[in-house]
C-alpha cells in the first residue's frame, strides 16, 4: 500500500471533509504519494482533486505509522486554501465536500481522522510520530460486523470494483 498524504483545512473553528463516492464515509481529503512524489506536494494534488480547492502546506501535524498491514504511513498536514469559494462543489472521487463545525463533526467520520483532528487542534511545536494503535485487525472486524454494507463497499473500492452511485 502506497504511503498517504492528508489534508486538514480550518477555516471559521470548522474543518473540511469530503464524502467519499465508493464508500458514504466522512474522510479529510487525501490520498496516495506517487512514486518520486514528495508528501507536501502530493498533499496539494489530492486537496485539489477532491475538493477543487488551491491550498498551501501551512505545517507538518505529523507521520502515523501502521503496525500492521491494514494501513499505510499517512503523513498529515494543516494546509490553508488560497481562495475560499462561496460554495463547494464536489469533484469525480467526492460525494459532497462541505466544512463541518469541529464541535460538531459526523458521525460517520472515519475514526483516525477524527484523531488526526484532534492532533492538528494542539498545534504542537513538533510534528507528531505515532503508531496507528487502534487501526487493528480486531477492530476491523468489529465494524465489519457493525456496517457490513460499509465494510463490502470497502473492499470492493480496494480490489479496484467500487460503487459509485451519486
Known amino acids: ?11 471559521a473553528e470548522k474543518v473540511l471533509l469530503i464524502e467519499r463516492r465508493d464508500v458514504p464515509v466522512w474522510v479529510l481529503p487525501g490520498g ?9 506536494v502530493a498533499v496539494v494534488r489530492e486537496v485539489k482533486e477532491e475538493t477543487g480547492l488551491d491550498v ?8 502515523w505509522l501502521p503496525i500492521n498491514k491494514i494501513g499505510a504511513p ?10 475560499l469559494p462561496n460554495t463547494l462543489a464536489p469533484c469525480d472521487e467526492s460525494r459532497a465536500v462541505r466544512f463541518w ?9 472515519f ?3 477524527r484523531e488526526w483532528i484532534e492532533a492538528a487542534l494542539e498545534k504542537a511545536a513538533k510534528p507528531t510520530l505515532a503508531m496507528m494503535i487502534n487501526l487493528t485487525y480486531w477492530n476491523c472486524f468489529k465494524l465489519l ?6 465494510a463490502f463497499r470497502y473492499l470492493l473500492s ?4 467500487p460503487i459509485n452511485n451519486g
Not at 101 to 109: D, G, H, N, S, V
Open 1 to 11: 500500500m502506497k504511503d498517504a498524504s492528508i489534508g486538514i483545512i480550518f477555516f
Open 32 to 40: 496516495g504519494i506517487e512514486q518520486d512524489e514528495l508528501p507536501e
Open 56 to 63: 498551501a502546506v501551512v505545517r507538518k501535524v505529523g507521520l
Open 74 to 83: 499517512a503523513h498529515v498536514f494543516e494546509c490553508k486554501a488560497d481562495v
Open 101 to 109: 463545525p469541529i464541535a460538531e463533526l459526523p458521525k460517520q467520520l
Open 111 to 113: 475514526f483516525l481522522h
Open 145 to 150: 460486523l457493525s456496517h457490513p454494507i460499509l
Open 158 to 161: 480496494r480490489l479496484g470494483l
